[in-house]
């Protein structure tokens, strides 16, 4: 059974994803606004991830692996292979194999390259003792911190003090070991929900030094390099969270439906922002970004419709 909440906060960082795709680039007070806010929602996605990662199957972990990767890493590739081919088509870019696995054939397919990183050598640490284990996760969030500290001052100050440019793991394992530990010691959850009110407002509070801060260090269009990006992300989505929880909450309905579509909307919406608010409609980010959400929402439910009445889908038609 899908839990409503995390597919309510998917559903938020979904829509800023595509928000954030369509207003980058910006330079006007607007846009760089709703960048640095939309940053938020790619640590919420690690931490999501993080809060599922325990399952009784890490101790079958090679099944469970080929699992993960059999579900999620190889229709990504397909969608990665899509992608390569029409920027090549439409802009002459070439692409390599490692292209394809690193997810850069397209802005945001990098996501996919970690999530199964984590998905798959993650459970690997339900093996240790659980001490051990929360001393780990905790070595994650520090070095994590760390990490993107010294990414902001060698882009403040051109110390390139990290010589390797190729995939980080440690940028992103911060979240990851966040929402591991919320998922393991459930009575964090508790407490916050018993004391609901002061850790909303103090969610509030931390968010909005996340999102001030680049602009009082000048650190604004530096993305995910750089500290602000802890506060902003944790404070936001603790926020949503704490407000969602509330049945009388706006929008929950919509968007738990679009949460529970967020894999299929992450892989192809960014086929139609560029040529939307380029070409077709450059004059109006928003409603770009409205229609990008209703072309993948339509997609999802024909596909749907379409894949249901295929013979080998009878059973699931039977079960529907």
């Given at each position: 059974m899908?839990n409503?909440?995390f597919?309510?906060l998917?559903?938020?960082?979904?829509?800023?994803?595509?928000?954030s795709?369509?207003?980058?680039?910006?330079?006007?007070?607007?846009?760089?606004f709703?960048?640095?806010l939309?940053?938020?929602?790619v640590?919420?996605?690690?931490m999501v991830?993080g809060?599922?990662?325990?399952?009784p199957t890490?101790?079958?972990?090679?099944?469970?692996?080929?699992?993960?990767?059999?579900k999620s890493?190889?229709?990504y590739l397909?969608?990665?292979?899509?992608?390569?081919?029409f920027y090549?088509?439409?802009a002459?870019?070439?692409f390599t194999?490692?292209?394809?696995?690193?997810?850069?054939?397209?802005?945001?397919?990098y996501?996919?390259?970690?999530?199964?990183?984590?998905?798959?050598?993650?459970?690997l640490?339900y093996f240790?003792?659980?001490?051990?284990?929360r001393?780990?996760?905790?070595?994650?969030i520090?070095s994590?911190?760390?990490?993107?500290?010294m990414?902001?001052i060698?882009?403040?100050y051109?110390?390139?003090?990290?010589?390797?440019?190729?995939?980080?793991?440690?940028?992103?394992?911060?979240?990851?070991?966040?929402?591991?530990?919320?998922?393991?010691y459930?009575?964090i959850?508790?407490?916050i929900?018993?004391?609901?009110?002061?850790?909303?407002?103090?969610?509030?509070?931390?968010?909005a030094?996340?999102?001030i801060?680049?602009?009082?260090?000048?650190?604004l269009?530096y993305?995910?390099n750089?500290?602000?990006?802890?506060?902003?992300a944790t404070?936001?989505?603790?926020a949503?969270?704490i407000y969602?929880?509330?049945?009388?909450?706006i929008?929950?309905?919509?968007?738990n439906?679009?949460?529970?579509?967020?894999f299929?909307?992450?892989l192809g919406h960014?086929?139609?922002?560029?040529?939307?608010?380029?070409q077709i409609?450059?004059?109006?980010?928003a409603?770009?970004?409205?229609?990008?959400?209703g072309?993948?929402?339509?997609?999802?439910?024909?596909?749907d419709?379409?894949?249901?009445?295929?013979?080998?889908?009878k059973?699931?038609?039977?079960?529907?």
């Open positions: 899908r409503q909440m597919d309510i998917k559903g938020l960082g979904i829509i800023s994803v595509i928000v795709h369509v207003y980058r680039g910006g330079t006007d007070p607007l846009a760089v709703v960048r640095e939309a940053m938020w929602c640590p919420m996605f690690f991830q809060y599922f990662m325990y399952s890490y101790r079958r972990w090679l099944q469970s692996s080929w699992k993960k990767i059999k890493y190889i229709p397909y969608w990665a292979v899509a992608y390569g081919a090549y088509i439409t002459n870019k070439t194999i490692m292209d394809l696995i690193l997810g850069k054939t397209a802005l945001h397919l996501y996919m390259f970690y999530y199964i990183v984590f998905a798959i050598c993650c459970p640490l240790l003792p659980k001490v051990l284990r001393y780990l996760l905790y070595f994650m520090i994590n911190i760390y990490w993107v500290y990414l902001e060698s882009k403040t051109g110390v390139h003090w990290i010589s390797w440019s190729g995939p980080a793991p440690i940028k992103w394992w911060g979240f990851i070991a966040i929402g591991m530990l919320l998922g393991e459930k009575q959850g508790a407490f929900s018993k004391h609901y009110k002061a850790f909303f407002v103090g969610a509030v509070a931390v968010a030094i996340g999102l801060e680049p602009y009082l260090n000048n650190t269009g993305l995910f750089k500290v602000a990006i802890f506060p902003l404070g936001v989505t603790l949503l969270a969602y929880s509330s049945e009388k909450a929008g929950r309905d919509f968007l439906y679009v949460g529970s579509r967020t299929g909307i992450y960014f086929f139609f922002v560029d040529i939307l608010r380029n409609i450059p004059g109006d980010r409603l770009v970004a409205v229609i990008v959400l072309i993948c929402l339509a997609a999802k439910a024909i596909k419709r379409v894949t249901i009445h295929l013979p080998w889908n059973d699931a038609r039977v079960s529907a």
